[in-house]
């Protein structure tokens, strides 16, 4: 069992590492839960972090990661069980280092996404990992939870743009592996079990991550499909046609556009009449190609497959339909979800899966669904939300059947009910549900080897 970080512990800490715990410590996004912790420690270098979790391992007192806290499933609070102390990583935001002819910057797990995103682009390069929280997450936390994001068609997930990771293990030791290697075949790969285990195996405290070159030229479009179908068909012609510079492919469900309409009138929007279908194509050339030549040339190639569309005619336009694709998000808040859902799925099955998911949810009763995502990887938002003229509290009842028969479906079309926001405390029994047994058998002895006392974390992931 685990201790409290009560006064008497927190006595044992030195007094300049802690602050006093606020509201937004204890908060997260979708406001499922309030979280709890003694205090909130603030560690300025990995050797303070060490000293830290030495001190709560010595005394049994649980550990609660927190970057940015934008994560989406509970993972940066813990509601319940012996008060925690409460991690944060704002005070680590150093970039350690940039080495822009190896593409390579190091930064530490507190640096927002967004300084990353300008310190490459300092030496002109880009971190690809863009997300719609970027100017609050952490980088700690996106690898924490192996974020996605709207270019992983192209670059992508966060394991993919990370080369190396510097760690706190739960006994406090320092695993050193903030390497800048592309090839580093040792044997066990450390830095992709710490990778996506959400604070439960290690923290995180810095990382090497992967820099590109910009695009010379980059260009967006917005195509009216007639149906999912169409998309994919159009999603493999234009990287038929574009190999290797197609860097977003966004499905947007007309739902989404009148959400939009409904809650931020003053957001412009292109299509006179929103589309029942329509995607976001994005492209990255080199400086020898023309943006609108090529996104033309796909529309006039993609003959019934694209119904209408608009060409983005310079940088602010492409930003525009960028802002239409990354408010729908904040819409959806407003409106207020009663279920939401990240998921994958093979990108042939989608198609499938729509037609087959409205009908199952109709029978439990008036819905509207507002499904999209990144298409390209099969990354579906599929989030399910009270009939118009009706409140969300009239379905609180229905909440957890809505969540099992989209889940059920998932799972049937071989897909994933977590595609890139993770487990936390959200989907924990989601995850003994859906996952493989041998899996789970394997994370949890995983688990007990690297964190014997269970003080890292407690209560995500696996059920504490």
Known sequence: MLNPADPGFLASLPEELLRAVRPADLEEPRGRWQGQGGAVATPRNTAEVSLLVRACAAARVGIVPLGGGTGLVGGQVMPEGPMPLILSFERMTAIRAVHPQENVIVAEAGAILADIHAA???????????????????????????????????YGNARDLCLGVEAVLADGTVFHGLKRLRKDNTGYDLRHLLIGAEGTLGLITAASLKLFPRPAVTGAALFVVP??????????????????????????????????????????????????????????????????????????????????????????????????????????????????????????????????????????????????????????????????????????????????????????????????????????????????????????????????????????????
Not at 132 to 150: D, E, F, K, P
Request: a negative charge; charged letters at 20%; hydrophobic letters at 45%.
């Open 120 to 154: 490459a682009e300092a030496q002109d390069r880009m971190f690809p990992l863009t997300l719609a929280s970027q100017g609050s997450s952490r980088i700690g936390g996106n690898l924490a939870t192996n974020a996605g994001g709207v270019n992983v068609l192209r």
């Open 227 to 464: 149906d999912p179908q169409a998309a994919l068909a159009l999603l493999s012609l234009a990287e038929s046609q574009l190999p290797g510079m197609v860097s977003g492919f966004e499905l947007i469900h007309r739902q989404g556009l009148d959400f939009l309409a409904e809650t931020l009138p003053d957001l412009r929007q292109p299509f006179a009449v929103a589309p029942e279908w329509c995607v976001l194509v994005d492209i990255g050339l080199p400086a020898a190609l023309d943006a609108t030549e090529a996104l033309m040339s796909l529309y006039e190639a993609a003959g019934e497959l694209v119904l209408d569309g608009v060409i983005a005619q310079s940088g602010t336009q492409r930003l525009e339909f960028w802002t239409l694709r990354e408010t729908i998000p904040e819409a959806n808040r407003r409106v207020g979800s009663i279920s939401s859902h990240d998921i994958s799925l093979p990108l042939s099955a989608i198609p499938a899966f729509l037609a087959e998911a409205a009908p199952a949810l109709a029978q439990l009763g008036d819905f509207r669904i507002n499904c999209f995502g990144h298409l390209g990887d099969g990354n579906l938002h599929y989030n399910v939300f009270p009939a118009k003229g009706r409140q969300r509290a009239e379905y609180d009842g229905l909440r957890e059947a809505v969540k099992t028969c989209v889940h059920d479906l998932v799972h049937r079309f071989d897909g994933s009910i977590s595609a890139e926001h993770g487990i936390g405390r959200l989907k924990v029994k989601d995850l003994e549900t859906y996952g493989d047994p041998v899996k789970l058998i394997a994370m949890r002895a995983i688990k007990t080897a690297l964190d014997p006392l269970g003080i890292l974390n407690p209560g995500a992931v696996l059920r504490a």
